[in-house]
């Protein structure tokens, strides 16, 4: 029964999702293909800087990376750019693949530097990118980029045709509807995941050695080899997430992995709650739809100007509203909406004990499994002031 | 272990249901899609009074002052379409949305766009339509005013307005061997931005180079350089006879600043997008009123042409404190090219997005009164509609600081051919 209680916002988000596709028109499905290939991105970051308390601003690489691996992988041979033409599923699996050997290969240098370093260091793998991706003309296109083929597995395409028509209770299915599941389908999977690895012995080991290294090696814990395997799954993450933009954009160029990227991934992890992985869920939604849909209906609310027409606009709002976000998060929610959301529940079943009832649900605190998220303790990388709220 | 049963048997039926509301015929397959009140087939973006058409531009990024010209003059244009009684006895609805230069902002608003418009009048911005053009040929959907970049021409949904870069590059090249007196063996240099713009001016600089016996000494740039003394430098160290500027009205200043104080004396020539009129005002004002060609495919705002002065007219009514610039004409010049199309699909009988696309494709023989230089083919989309460039001075006294020369097609710009 306490299982149910438990579960039920979940169970019932992830049937809404399901039918929304149902409902919604393109603009709707096309900003959630790209939140949920966000969602991807930000639970890896979540995973590297709350769990592991390393700085990252290189995840716009690993993105790209997976992104391009993927358009090469499944690209026409004999198409304008190299492409090897292997069947999609392939190429998404190798996306997560090679962007894990690539932080692989990132980890000696990971490994030794810390906080702030260790970012300074990552951004350089931005720039790293684009110069690739700018100059690597057969493979990536240059500055235009590549178009990407759309993902199918046999017999069924996830775009408009093969099979061209496709109805779901009289809605008909074209790319949009289809790619959602897929969608949703990998970021449910990465959130479980990523859940039971930082519930599991690995995200524990992580922790120790982002709260103490000193600690966590008297502990028996490996530190470089922990350090080494925070950066490969992230890593994975990222290229995941690539590959998912990429087939939600249809075209990948340079421009869409700059270092922009990069920081909206770590605000979405912020203002979600280090280390939280439905924090990160909800961070990555809110900075992925926020200027999407004020863009959209900007023109409805009244006290927006038309853009162009030097007033308050829809993208300075949409700028302004971040920055308000952050610093509100920083200032008033320890553990950002994760944290907030953990409090609420807390003061709930408090209060429900206070009145005398029997404890419907027993203690939440000490819940070992993780599945209620706790309030991420703050890692290294965070301010230690906000400890005092 | 009941649980797990409950849970499996729930999945199941729920996965029944979703199989049962599946189909894969289409009701609408033998349909001939929604009635129209009369012998004309419309299609999205139109109903019984209306037709829209869709812009995305960039009203908050980096192109921001130019783009807002092109709404204006474009509603303005609309306006007086309407005012004569519209396009196929339908008012003209002009949808603006700002994707602030941002890729995924240019396609979630296209998805949201794309199926209450008839065309896309404009789809500003390198990334920006790089973005969309191919999601916009998937829907069958027209598309234009993306700028002059060569590689559009694969997309048989987009109409250029004019030639391409790399056709005007090449005409340079003939006019400084032809009119300039460059000679044979004499260095050209080409500062450019790296991307779609940039690059294709360098590949039509170099084609007419290697035909015309010149050497083309490339100096590739960003957007956010803005200090040209290196490229400067290593131009006057080439000993370059003349050079070729694909980039911004910033670089132009700063380019032509320090060629000016090292005493070079050279032609610099640009693109449409390379000149602002504020620069004569600015120190670089004497060098470029001395040295500057502009080579456009649209014609400057000062041109006497009729189709220019009806733009200009039209403009200086809407917004009588506008900047004055070539988006004036070329945004005129877009909104005559659609709304040919258009009305062109009305005739065939099919507005539809598709018919948009087809009339335009139809279009032999079309005469802008001289807001573009010759007249227009269509009909094939591998190759830009015509091959004639403007060729214009800066002028201190003429509006929009450009003065009209001439018309110009040479034998490197009629021959260029696109990969």
């Known amino acids: 029964m306490s299982d149910l209680i438990r579960r039920g916002p979940m169970v019932l988000g992830l049937l809404v999702a399901l039918a929304l596709p149902l409902l919604l028109d393109d603009f709707w499905l096309q900003t959630g293909l790209f939140a949920m290939a966000s969602v991807v991105g930000a639970i890896g970051l979540t995973l590297l800087v709350g769990v592991a308390g390393q700085l990252s601003l290189g995840h716009a690489f690993f993105a790209a990376l997976g992104a391009y691996t993927y358009a090469w992988t499944v690209g026409d041979p004999a198409g304008q750019e190299a492409g090897l033409g292997l069947p999609p599923l392939v190429a998404l699996v190798l996306a997560g693949v090679v962007s894990a050997v690539v932080g692989g290969l990132f980890s000696p240098i990971s490994g030794r530097l810390r906080g702030i370093y260790l970012g300074l260091a990552t951004i350089g793998l931005v720039f790293l990118a684009r110069h690739l991706m700018v100059n690597l003309e057969a493979l990536t296109g240059g500055f235009n980029g590549r178009t990407v083929e759309p993902f199918s597995v046999p017999g069924f395409s996830f775009s408009n045709a093969a099979p061209d028509y496709l109805a779901v209770a009289g809605v008909q299915f074209e790319g949009l509807h289809r790619l959602w599941y897929l969608f949703l389908g990998i970021a449910v999977l990465s959130a479980w995941l990523g859940r039971n690895l930082r519930a599991g012995r690995t995200g524990r080991a992580l922790a120790n050695v982002r709260d103490s290294e000193v600690a966590a090696a008297a502990m028996g814990v490996n530190v470089a080899r922990a350090k080494a395997t925070a950066f490969v799954i992230s890593s994975a993450y990222a290229g995941i997430a690539g590959a998912l933009m990429a087939l939600a954009y249809g075209r990948i160029a340079p421009d869409l992995f700059g270092i922009q990227l990069s920081i909206d991934f770590l605000v979405m992890i912020v203002l979600g709650g280090l280390g939280s992985i439905a924090g990160a869920t909800a961070g990555a939604v809110f900075v992925v739809a926020l200027p999407l849909v004020l863009a959209q209906y900007s023109s409805q609310l009244p006290f927006l100007a038309a853009p162009g027409s030097g007033g308050l606009d829809a993208a300075t709002l949409a700028r302004l509203l971040y920055g308000a976000a952050i610093i509100a998060v920083l200032l008033f929610l320890r553990g950002g909406l994760a944290g907030a959301a953990s409090r609420i529940r807390h003061r709930r079943s408090a209060h429900q004990r206070g009145t005398g009832g029997p404890p419907l649900v027993p203690t939440p605190s000490p819940d070992p499994s993780g599945a209620t998220e706790p309030p991420p303790s703050q890692p290294a990388v965070s301010t230690r002031s906000e400890e005092k709220s | ?419």
């Open chain 2, 1 to 419: 272990m009941r649980n797990g049963t409950r849970t499996t048997l729930a999945i199941a039926g729920c996965c029944i249901v979703a199989l049962a509301a599946c189909s894969t015929k289409d009701p609408n397959a033998s349909g001939n899609g929604s009635g129209g009140q009369s012998d004309v087939k419309a299609g999205a973006g139109v109903t019984d009074d209306a037709i829209t058409v869709g812009m995305l531009t960039d009203l908050s990024g980096p192109f921001a002052a130019g783009a807002a010209v092109q709404v204006a003059e474009t509603k303005a244009y609309y306006a007086q379409v309407n005012k004569d009684g519209g396009v196929c006895d339908r008012q003209v609805k002009v949808d603006v949305q700002d994707h602030g230069y941002d890729p995924q902002k240019a396609v979630t608003l296209y998805r949201s766009m794309a199926p209450n418009v008839l065309a896309l009048q404009q789809v500003l911005g390198g990334p920006t339509s790089a973005a969309v053009l191919p999601l916009a040929q998937a829907d069958h959907l027209y598309l234009g005013g993306f700028g002059w970049a060569g590689n559009s021409l694969k997309y048989d949904n987009a109409q250029i307005p004019g030639t391409t870069y790399s056709v005007e590059a090449a005409n340079a090249i003939d006019y400084l061997v032809d009119e300039l007196g460059v000679k044979k063996g004499d260095k050209v240099g080409v500062v450019y931005f790296t991307g779609d713009y940039g690059n294709d001016s360098l590949a039509g600089a170099e084609y007419a180079a290697e035909k015309r016996g010149l050497k083309i000494v490339p100096q590739e740039i960003t957007p956010k350089d803005t200090d040209m003394s290196a490229q400067a430098s290593a131009l006057k160290k080439a000993g370059a006879s003349a050079v070729i500027l694909a980039a911004a009205p910033p670089q132009l200043a700063s380019l032509a600043g320090v060629l000016a104080s090292q005493k070079v004396n050279v032609p610099v020539i640009g693109h449409a997008p390379t000149f602002n009129p504020a620069l004569l005002d600015s120190p670089a004002g004497p060098a470029l009123l001395k040295n500057y060609y502009a080579f456009t495919s649209t014609a400057p705002y000062s041109s006497d042409e009729p189709g220019v002065k009806k733009a200009v007219d039209l403009y200086e009514a809407a917004a009588p404190k506008g900047a004055k610039g070539f988006e004036v004409p070329l945004a005129y010049a877009q909104a005559e090219l659609l709304t040919d199309a258009m009305k062109g699909a009305c005739e065939a009988g099919n507005l539809t997005p598709e018919g948009v696309v087809e009339a335009m494709r139809k279009t032999s023989d079309l005469d802008l009164d001289g807001l573009l230089t010759t007249s227009l083919d269509y009909t094939d989309p591998s190759q830009p509609p015509t091959r004639t460039v403007f060729v214009s001075r800066a002028d201190a006294d003429t509006p929009g600081g450009l003065k009209l020369g001439e018309t110009f097609e040479g034998p490197s710009g009629k021959g260029y051919t696109f990969k």
